[in-house]
């Protein structure tokens, strides 16, 4: 939820230059180092340096022009920032520059051309304190530009991660398509965060509009939109709301009985539902480090709190070692009581606690043109993008709902990168998305701007590397296929498994040596050095190999296999215990000489979830398994869109953890897993079956070649 934009991708510039004299350095010597100098590994976003007023200048598409400081003959850095050191070194084979910063590695750009001066308008900044019905004032940050003329819409974000540093070079560095275009760009507190009054609620559920002193993030955007259309001066009357994250899900909110002026929402990444997928559940498992970690630095003050697991402790070792959630509560050191934190341990199961938040229920119509954005990769709110589109679906008789899914992490559709960890896209897809449809379609609903071209969805179809536009997602012609897994441990698709010893699968899960999520160790989710962002795509190598991960195969595929849509695990399974969870992961295995170094062998998750046993018959409504009794678990593994190319390879893993982004189940059945005791935590033998009234298997979303 927490998405930090900063993209400053300047850097340090080394100067090892032979010509430079010892004292400062001249016009000329600026001169002998101007150009564009671009990244071999991230190309798309080259920095530009040059001479203007005697001194050296560096620029971007997204960074503002900034005067170097002169550390040295052969170092310059940023005026502000002392830890951004630039060096730069001519040699006959082309001049270039390394950037180093603090407790990062260098990185090396070569020069690539002449420096390209951008655009860049500049903005007037205000700060206001804005009444809303219940008299609590709610703190906003406006960006007005003075180069533009004629009246403007407004675009606004609000947030729980404070807009003190919104200004013209933030907006820039984190919205460049939208502050080139020409807004009245608004940041706003919510309610109870940083200098906003009031109190902080974790995901505010809906409050009853007929009452009107009723208050929501609904009515406090609503009150917010009213206000700045009296106060801002030189606004068209079109309101745009924008958010990723948790503000997110405060786009969508303004949509929800929406003030009049809106005309154009895009909620990107939206937390819709917290249970259900987002965030802090999926389908009843509890994400232990991410429920812990999210609510620690987000209700411990009104800002910002680091947490911290201990210097060089792994994440693993720190949640194992405490066991339940009760635990890691009683011994955070944390002294007031954590709302959220409380909420976790009082409503484990899907209560009204958790459906008063469910914004799903309150989809019932389009009410203004809305943008949602989702990644296949998003490691925090993959499912809420996807839930809000097919909610909305339905009532999108305008045909003014759009969805946008790409392979991205959480909220990386802002960056340039070519790449999510060693997944390669083969061009800038985020920039892609920004120009060619973000942009657009604000200009289109905001200032009636021709342009803006999307049917219903656009997706970035991995493997084949290719935008896809689909008139619905998914789309019709992507048939519902099984591939069952049978007990050799093949995969059959159009045929049932052939006569073999066994129709079982089994393994033993052990509650005491819990199968890693991600490579260890494991830092906090946002700390120094985390790998929470690209976890999604890592090598499945590192866990495919161990006795409680069930693995199935296809045959290596003499052709391409294209999935878009929908994936659905079915899984037919017993346990010796009375509780278990299940993993389903379906792995696109690249060949042993792909073309690519990096990809050969390489495990690439292409979908994956979890579901928690007890929840069989209901989410509201958790109930024991019989033990050695088959049940049947079904559930959602997600949108995909991908091709496994000729060559590859598809698997299936199942396992019962996923620690420690996901609490271990005991596996007998308690109560409240947040408050199990160590005795409760036993190993159990968990088995797959395969036989004819028990077909286990993946449901793919197959499209005909």
Not at 653 to 674: A, C, G, H, K
Request: aromatic share 12%; with cysteine.
């Amino acid at each position: 939820m927490l998405l930090k934009f900063f993209l400053i991708l300047l850097t340090v510039l080394p100067l090892s230059l032979s010509t430079l004299a010892q004292n400062a350095p001249s016009a000329a010597q600026f001169d002998a180092v101007s150009g564009e100098y671009t990244n071999a590994a991230d190309p798309d976003t080259p920095l530009s340096f040059y001479t203007k007023d005697g001194k050296l200048y560096v620029e971007s598409e997204r960074e503002i022009p900034t005067a170097l400081k002169v550390e040295s003959p052969t170092e310059f850095s940023l005026p502000d920032n002392s830890h951004t050191v630039y060096r730069f070194s001519l040699a006959s084979t082309g001049n270039t520059v390394t950037i180093t910063q603090r407790d990062q590695p260098a990185i090396e750009f070569r020069r690539t051309g002449d420096a390209v001066h951008h655009i860049f308008h500049h903005y007037e900044r205000r700060e206001e304190m804005i009444p809303v019905r219940d008299g609590v004032k709610l703190h906003v940050v406006i960006l007005t530009p003075t180069d533009i003329p004629g009246a403007l819409p407004i675009l606004i974000q609000r947030t729980p991660y404070g807009v003190d540093g919104t200004s013209e070079r933030s907006f820039f560095a984190q919205r460049p398509e939208l502050a080139r275009a020409g807004f009245i760009y608004v940041g706003a507190d919510i309610r109870g965060r940083f200098k906003s009054e009031g109190e902080f609620v974790m995901m505010r559920p809906l409050a009853d509009h007929s009452n009107p002193k009723a208050i929501d993030e609904s009515t406090d955007a609503y009150d917010t939109i009213g206000w700045l259309l009296k106060h801002v001066p030189n606004n068209n009357g079109r309101v745009g709301v924008i958010g990723t994250s948790y503000p997110g899900f405060l786009a969508m909110m303004a949509g929800i009985d929406p003030h009049p002026a809106v005309k154009a929402i895009s909620p990107q990444a939206p937390m819709i539902d917290t249970w259900m997928g987002d965030d802090f559940f999926h389908n009843g498992a509890f994400r232990q480090t991410y429920g812990y970690d999210y609510a620690m630095g987000l209700e411990s003050s009104k800002e910002e709190t680091d947490v911290d697991y201990g210097k060089g402790v792994d994440g693993y070792d720190y949640f194992l070692s405490r066991g339940s959630f009760a635990e890691d509560v009683k011994q955070s050191g944390v002294k007031q009581e954590l709302p959220t934190w409380t909420n976790f341990i009082k409503h484990p199961t899907y209560d009204s606690f958790w459906h008063s938040r469910g914004v799903e229920y309150h989809l019932n119509q389009v009410t203004v043109p809305t943008l949602t954005v989702g990644g296949y990769y998003d490691q925090e709110d993959m499912y809420g993008p996807q839930e809000e589109y097919a909610t909305l679906e339905p009532h999108d008789g305008k045909h003014e709902n759009f969805l946008v899914l790409g392979p991205w992490r959480h909220g990386s559709w802002a960056l340039a990168s070519r790449h999510l960890g060693a997944l390669q896209y083969g061009e800038s897809i985020g920039n892609e998305y920004r120009a060619q449809i973000e942009a657009k379609f604000f200009a289109k609903y905001l200032k009636d701007e021709p342009g803006f071209d999307l049917d219903d969805t656009a997706s970035f179809q991995t493997g084949s590397n290719s935008w896809k536009r689909y008139a619905h997602f998914p789309p019709a012609e992507a048939k519902s296929t099984a591939f069952i897994l049978c007990g050799n441990h093949e995969i059959v698709s159009g045929k049932l498994c052939g006569e073999s010893r066994t129709n079982t699968v089994s393994y033993i899960s052990d509650p005491a040596n819990p199968a890693p999520y991600r490579h260890r160790p494991i830092q906090p989710t946002y700390g120094d050095g985390s790998k929470w962002g690209t976890w999604m795509v890592e090598d499945q190598r590192f866990v495919t190999d161990r006795k409680d991960v069930a693995v199935w195969r296809l045959p290596v595929q003499s052709q391409d296999l294209t999935i878009t849509g929908e994936v659905v695990a079915d899984i037919f399974a017993s346990t010796t215990g009375s509780d278990s969870d299940f993993v389903a992961k379906l792995i696109d295995v690249y060949p042993d000489d792909d073309p690519d170094p990096a990809m050969r062998g390489f495990q690439l998750m292409t979908n994956m979830e979890i579901f928690r046993g007890r929840y069989r018959t209901g989410f509201d409504n958790p109930q024991p398994l019989k033990s050695g009794e088959v049940n049947e678990f079904k559930w959602s593994l997600h949108g995909v869109d991908h091709v496994f190319k000729k060559g590859h390879t598809v698997m299936v893993e199942i396992q019962s953890t996923w620690f420690p982004l996901y609490d271990r189940n005991p596996q007998t059945f308690v109560p409240n897993i947040m408050t199990a005791k160590p005795e409760d935590y036993k190993a159990q033998t968990i088995t797959i079956y395969a036989d004819e009234k028990h077909n286990s298997k993946l449901m793919l979303p197959v499209i005909a070649p």
